[in-house]
């Protein structure tokens, strides 16, 4: 079974910005166990995490310099305009390699399900790539990461979706848990959670982040 601690969902409500200082603290973690790590999200998201790694003491010029710390503001993976599983999942096992051919530990990547997703905002295939993402994590050890799921950007079926997708729960920087809603995929169809059950913990996981 994947370790519970790689494959992680952050579901939060508020401003994203509310999240920079448990994701940077996370990323000086991962930079200091020697992974390469990866952020996607929009220019000014990756601005400010840039300005709150500063604060952790983090020499952002030079991680990005010497390739440890990549951020990625646009969005390649696309086609035309809409997410590609395909394309997206490639991009991620090719970094994996990267990363270790380049003397790294792991690669650990987080990204903005929202951005990552384009401005089309079509969804009806994120549940379907977290499955084949958790399949990758299956596969290839050496990969961790955050995805991000915020209550203001998303909608609500979405985040039953990446709530029940996921092994792990990341909240801030000093708590991680292990996701009592994950659901494998052989067994979702036939899931005994309704969704009030989800909906409520969905609330509760936003006041433990502190959302608003």
Not at 32 to 55: D, G
Not at 86 to 98: C, P, S, V, W, Y
Not at 138 to 156: E, K, M, V
Request: aromatic share 8%.
């Amino acid at each position: 079974m994947v370790s519970p601690a790689r494959h992680q969902c952050l579901i939060y409500s508020g401003s994203p910005e509310q999240q920079l200082p448990g994701l940077a603290a996370q990323t000086l973690k991962k930079l200091y166990e020697h992974h390469r790590c990866v952020h996607l999200n929009s220019p000014s998201m990756l601005a400010a995490l840039q300005n709150q790694l500063a604060v952790l003491g983090v020499d952002v010029a030079q991680e990005r310099a010497q390739g440890s710390l990549v951020l990625m503001p646009g969005q390649d993976h696309l086609v035309n305009g809409r997410f590609d599983a395909d394309r997206m999942l490639k991009t991620l096992e090719e970094a994996i390699d990267g990363a270790l051919n380049d003397g790294y530990r792991g690669l650990w990547a987080s990204g903005d399900m929202s951005w990552e997703f384009g401005p089309h905002k079509d969804f009806k295939s994120l549940l379907e790539y977290e499955w084949r993402l958790e399949e990758l994590f299956h596969r290839r050890a050496t990969l961790s990461g955050i995805c991000q799921y915020n209550t203001d950007a998303l909608p609500r079926e979405i985040m039953r979706d990446g709530l029940e997708s996921h092994t792990s729960l990341f909240v801030n920087e000093t708590l991680s848990m292990v996701n009592p809603y994950y659901v494998r995929r052989p067994l979702f169809a036939h899931g005994n959670l309704t969704i009030t059950n989800l909906d409520s913990a969905i609330e509760d996981l936003c006041r433990l982040g502190g959302g608003e």
